[in-house]
């Protein structure tokens, strides 16, 4: 359970990470997902999506806007 919970928290520091990088850089969103640690692109996709509603290219559309 512990070992869970320090995964879930890592998780959720990388999304953290990735929406910060997406609101502030340029940067394509496969080179945020490889820059906060994950690779696995579907993956990303699916977490970023759970933690935020929304997919990592429309949270970074609708939050330059």
């Known amino acids: 359970r512990q070992r869970q ?3 879930e928290t890592e998780l959720n520091q ?3 990470e990735a929406a910060y990088l997406l609101n502030n850089t340029e940067r394509s969103v496969q080179y945020v997902a490889r820059k906060v640690g994950i690779s696995n692109m579907s ?4 977490k970023f999506k759970e933690a935020f509603g929304e997919t990592p290219g429309a949270f970074r559309t609708h939050r330059s806007n």
Do not use: E, G, I
């Open 5 to 7: 919970m320090c995964k």
């Open 14 to 16: 990388q999304l953290t």
């Open 43 to 46: 993956f990303f996709y699916s």
